[in-house]
């Protein structure tokens, strides 16, 4: 596993952190279920009579955001609601649980000279308050690419990749994405860009391997160890 890691890795000149999951867990202290709740009371309140389908049963609330994407045509209410799920992102942050090994692993990167962003279906502003909190922000050189209005643009369409290479100004061949999702595969190949899984946990894990990932890991310790040892021979 070590070596596999190794080789994708080498030679990269630019890594692309997905944020809810490699980063953080977003909503360790305000549930994910508690904002699509939320969402879901606001779409009472505010989208009228069957803006949502009564049956909704998922808890997370990007999925409830697409679904109100791909069946409203009345784009502010859309706007309006994206906008109500950064304040909750946003709300977040507060109680968010950083992934171990993660801050000395982006700290470490940076300081080799590799380019770093974040490549996220969350809210820029609430990645932008999180990484500023733990001191992180100045690494990602790379900027902050995240959520708009343009809901359809959420990966896997690989949008955020695109705009985060370009601003890095390095080839899809050069980068790296790390994510916890299938959604972050597939916009990964979408783009050209290698991938490397992270799974905290068994469930996590199999859905990688499931949707064709090729290599998951389930510490980011291992990746960190190997930056290290790049860091030590410069």
């Not at 070596?3 to 977003?26: H, S, Y």
């Not at 199999?206 to 160890?225: I, M, N, Q, Y």
Request: proline share 6%; with cysteine; glycine share 8%.
């Amino acid at each position: 596993m070590i070596e596999r890691v190794r080789n994708v890795i080498t030679g990269k000149r630019a890594v692309l952190f997905d944020f809810d999951g490699p980063i953080c867990r977003l909503f360790a202290g305000h549930p994910a279920s508690d904002v699509t709740r939320h969402l879901l009371g606001w779409l009472a309140q505010h989208g009228g009579p069957g803006a949502v389908d009564p049956a909704w049963k998922s808890d997370d609330p990007h999925a409830l955001l697409r679904e109100v994407d791909r069946t409203h045509t009345d784009r502010a209410l859309i706007e309006r609601l994206e906008d109500e799920l950064t304040q909750q992102e946003l709300k977040a942050t507060g109680s968010a649980y950083p992934t171990p090994y993660v801050d000395r692993l982006i700290q470490t990167w940076s300081a080799t000279g590799v380019g770093l962003a974040v490549t996220t279906n969350n809210s820029p502003l609430a990645v932008e308050r999180y990484l500023t909190a733990r001191r992180l922000r100045q690494c990602f050189t790379g900027g902050i690419h995240g959520r708009t209005h343009e809901v359809h643009h959420l990966k896997p369409d690989p949008s955020c990749l695109h705009r985060a290479l370009d601003s890095l100004q390095v080839p899809p061949s050069a980068a790296l994405m790390i994510g916890d999702t299938s959604a972050d595969l597939h916009a990964a190949r979408a783009a050209g860009v290698a991938f490397l899984g992270y799974g905290r946990d068994p469930h996590r894990q199999s859905r990688l391997h499931t949707a064709g990932a090729d290599l998951v890991v389930d510490s980011l310790e291992p990746v960190l160890e190997l930056v290290w040892e790049t860091a030590a021979r410069h």
